[in-house]
Structure formats: structure tokens, C-alpha cells
């Protein structure tokens, strides 16, 4: 674990057979997690923990993901997780974290895996800081100067979805106990499941899409405790795309999966992207 350098925080954990899916592959919602949590210990080693925030009536909450997973990780294997913050502005954060296999576990080697060390997912997730109300709110300069001395500005990354056709796959999906986090709404983390339950269901596997696989979503609003929520998905060009909504049609969530080049088309991580940051927030942290 690194603690000596302010910038980077890494983390090993040894894959659980419950994070893991009917394949025995770790399902990307945990690694979404084991994510989260990295960057919460990389604030509590820095002097910022949970307490701070809360007596400062403070949070942080995942506005965007883009995740790649390149490989299969398995039951049993230990990756090292590596977080550091990438880009920053106002009221956001971006960090960038790899994920690379350190012990293949229990499972026999086999040919199409990687050598330890090497990269095997990578993540850019945007935070943004808001108040006790829900407001987006500046970062204090001491959390600037400590995590982020030296990084760049970045334009928040979003997610545009085509019109969603009349002929669009629908499922309704209605929030749980189990589905909250201490915020008492849906853990960003969630939905993902919910995305491959719904590409599952439509092909009857019992799993979500096998890496080469990449997933960019866009947090728009919370879901609620005991609240409806629809999902609608259709593909285009081989790209599945996800909207959650209300009932009424109110937007919660948009997300894309596929397997583009990270360097073009609807992948591109930050593009399509916020041309007005007030739009970008526009009831994101409302409760």
C-alpha cells in the first residue's frame, strides 16, 4: 500500500468468489467498487477521511465512468489497484485508476492470461464535490494543493445516446434495501449490474458482456429507496446503449458498452462532452 506519496494510492485485494460471475470472472460492478473504495482510502491516508467530509458537510459523488476491462480476472487471483488524480477543476476530480494481475490464485495458469504486472483494466471516473444540500461546491485549496499539485483541467466527460426506438428492449427494475448506499440511494456501482442483467436477459446468458469490454456511464440523477425505475436498450453499430428513467421519463442514468478503439468513435473517453458545466450538474446530487 502506498502512503508516503500524496498522488498515488495503490491497493491489493484478492478476488472473491462472490464478486465473481456464473463464469467465475469478477463482474465489472466490483471492480467499480473496489474502485470507489481505493479512492476513499487514498483520501483517508492523505488526512481526509469520512469524518473530515462529514463535518464539513461535504461529499464526493461519481458523476461519469469509463471502464475498460481487457481481460478476464478470475476467483481467486490478487490484482493491485493504483489510483491517482488525473484531472482537476472547481468542483470536480478526475482520477485514473489501473488495475494490474499481481497472483493468478487458485485457477491453473492458462495460455490467454498476462503476466503478472501487467495491466489488465484501467478506469477514469469524474467525482464531483457537493454540499449538504446537494449543491456542487468548490474544493477546498488544502485537497487541491494535496492530491492534485500539477494536474491538468479536463472537460467532464459525458455519455449521448441515439433516439431510443419504439422497439427498444424494456425492463422495469424497482430499487431495494440492497440496492443503497449510506447516501440512501442507488451505489453507482449498481447500475452496471443492472446493465449486464439487462443484455443478459435479452440473449439468455447467465452473464454480462466477457472483456475486451468497455462501459461509460453518466450519472445524472440518484435513484430513490422503493422507486421504479425503467431501462430501455437498443443496439447500434454493435454498441449497446442503456437509458434509466422514471416512470414519467425523467433521466437517471445513460450508459454505452462495447468494445471501440479507446481512441475513437462513440468511446472516446471525455467525448461527447459538457460544453456547459451548469448543464452537466443539472439535478445531479438531488435527493
Known sequence: MTVDDPHRHSLDHRVRFDECDADGIVRPSALLRAMQDLAWQHSDATGYDRAWYQEHGLTWLVRF?????DVPIHSGETIRLTTHIA???????????????VQDGDRPERGDRPESGVAVATATIDWVLIDAAGRPARVPAGIAERFADGAPTFTPGRVILSEQPADAVARSWEVG??????????????YLDQVDEALAASTGALTGP????RYLVEYLRPALP???????????????????????????VRALVGRRHPHGGLFASGAPIAHDLDDALDGFGEH
Not at 466477457?210 to 469490454?213: A, D, G, L, T
Open 65 to 69: 465512468v469509463d471502464l475498460q476491462v
Open 87 to 101: 484531472g482537476w477543476r472547481r468542483v470536480w476530480a478526475r482520477r485514473r485508476t489501473e488495475v494490474e494481475r
Open 177 to 190: 434495501v440492497r440496492d443503497l448506499d449510506p447516501m440512501r440511494h442507488v451505489n453507482n456501482a449498481t
Open 210 to 213: 466477457h472483456p475486451p469490454v
Open 226 to 252: 422503493h422507486q421504479i425505475v425503467t431501462l430501455g436498450h437498443w443496439t447500434v453499430d454493435g454498441e449497446a446503449m442503456v437509458r434509466f428513467a422514471t416512470p414519467d421519463g425523467a433521466e437517471l
